[in-house]
């Protein structure tokens, strides 16, 4: 499918990189469009063949999908200024945290296909997630059109658009964490006398793995802590550590911050 993507920062920058990666779509099917243009640069540099749009609009009048990835409060803008003219419009796919499918079918031509997603970086590893919310146009083969088109970069959940602040603050900030918790962990093995590549190699492989058993073992994550925890042993010692710091209590507030935070760049 013809797809292309405005805005080719991080995120955009990760998706399309998955997307290409995982062969979802093809170098030459692909149309780019970024105001810095070094960005359109690296991206063609590491897939030739990728087409480079003179604008917006003639990105989105080569494509069949296009991904808008500009942040939030360029998104409706963006909309209305694509939508110029009774342009009919492909299929769009934002990304943008905290811009509603009704803000944005408001300021597009009547009929507009829209898809609300929430990505996350590890797309550009093929190890993302991706939640998203059909609009009130979109059609069950743009549907498949957009699920395929994202699944390449990772896992792709349905989600109810009310739920989409809650999951944008797991999945699409929660590498944030994942990357904060890692350098704790590794700042501590370095406390701990370990070369820096050592304790961060061991602090990464530590989380890969423990994702992956959960995964692939199905069990509740307090039975796989069990299994790791010998009565009076070194772990109890830790975890009691841990919850003495609020270890708990601050995941669910930083959770609580990034919904908040949501609900405030809302209609702004
Ligand atoms: N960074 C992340 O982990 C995630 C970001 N998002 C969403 O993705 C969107 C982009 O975020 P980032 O990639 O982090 O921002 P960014 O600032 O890295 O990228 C935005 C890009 O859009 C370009 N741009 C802005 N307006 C444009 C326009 N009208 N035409 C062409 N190019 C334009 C900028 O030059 C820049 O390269 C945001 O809406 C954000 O909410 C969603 C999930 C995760
Ligand atoms: O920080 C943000 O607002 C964006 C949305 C989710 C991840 N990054």
Same mark, same amino acid.
């Given at each position: 499918?013809?797809?292309?993507? @405005?805005?080719?920062?991080? &995120?955009?920058?990760?998706?399309?990189?998955?997307?290409? +990666?995982?062969? %979802?779509?093809?170098?030459?099917?692909?149309?780019?469009?970024?105001?810095?243009?070094?960005?359109?640069?690296?991206?063609?540099?590491?897939?030739?063949?990728?087409? #480079?749009?003179?604008?917006?609009?003639?990105?989105a009048d080569a494509v069949e999908a296009l991904v808008l990835a500009v942040k939030p409060h360029a998104v409706l803008p963006l909309i209305s200024a694509l939508s110029e003219g009774d342009r009919e419009l492909p299929l769009l796919i934002s990304i943008a945290a905290a811009v509603t499918l009704d803000e944005m079918e408001e300021r597009a031509c009547d009929g507009t296909r829209i898809v609300r997603a929430m990505p996350n970086t590890?797309?550009?590893?093929?190890?993302?997630? @991706?939640?998203?919310?059909?609009?009130? %146009?979109?059609?069950?083969?743009? #549907?498949?059109?957009?699920?395929? =088109?994202?699944?390449?970069?990772?896992?792709? !959940? +349905?989600?109810?658009?009310?739920?989409?602040?809650?999951?944008?603050?797991?999945?699409?900030?929660?590498? %944030?964490? &994942? !990357? $904060?918790? =890692?350098?704790?962990?590794?700042?501590?093995?370095?406390? &701990?006398?370990?070369?820096? +590549?050592? %304790?961060? #190699?061991?602090?990464?492989? $530590? /989380?890969?793995?423990?994702?992956?058993?959960? #995964?692939?073992?199905?069990?509740?994550? /307090?039975? =796989?802590?069990?299994?790791? $925890?010998?009565?009076?042993?070194? $772990?109890?010692?830790?975890?009691?550590?841990?919850?003495?710091?609020? !270890?708990?209590?601050?995941?669910?507030?930083?959770? +609580?911050?990034?919904?908040?935070?949501?609900?405030? &760049?809302?209609?702004?």
């Open positions: 499918m013809k797809t292309g993507i @405005i805005g080719l920062g991080k &995120m955009g920058g990760a998706l399309l990189r998955g997307m290409l +990666k995982s062969g %979802a779509v093809a170098p030459q099917d692909v149309w780019v469009y970024d105001h810095h243009k070094e960005n359109m640069a690296a991206l063609q540099a590491e897939h030739p063949g990728v087409h #480079e749009a003179e604008s917006e609009e003639a990105a590890p797309c550009m590893v093929l190890s993302g997630v @991706i939640a998203y919310s059909p609009g009130t %146009a979109v059609t069950d083969e743009d #549907e498949e059109a957009a699920r395929r =088109l994202l699944s390449g970069c990772g896992s792709v !959940f +349905k989600v109810e658009e009310s739920r989409m602040n809650a999951v944008s603050a797991i999945s699409g900030c929660g590498p %944030a964490y &994942m !990357f $904060t918790a =890692l350098d704790a962990l590794s700042d501590a093995g370095v406390a &701990m006398g370990l070369p820096r +590549k050592t %304790a961060l #190699e061991l602090a990464a492989g $530590t /989380m890969l793995g423990s994702a992956l058993m959960l #995964e692939q073992t199905g069990e509740h994550p /307090m039975a =796989l802590r069990d299994a790791v $925890t010998s009565p009076g042993g070194t $772990t109890i010692a830790a975890l009691n550590a841990l919850d003495e710091c609020g !270890f708990r209590n601050a995941w669910i507030q930083a959770v +609580k911050s990034a919904v908040r935070r949501a609900e405030e &760049m809302e209609g702004n």
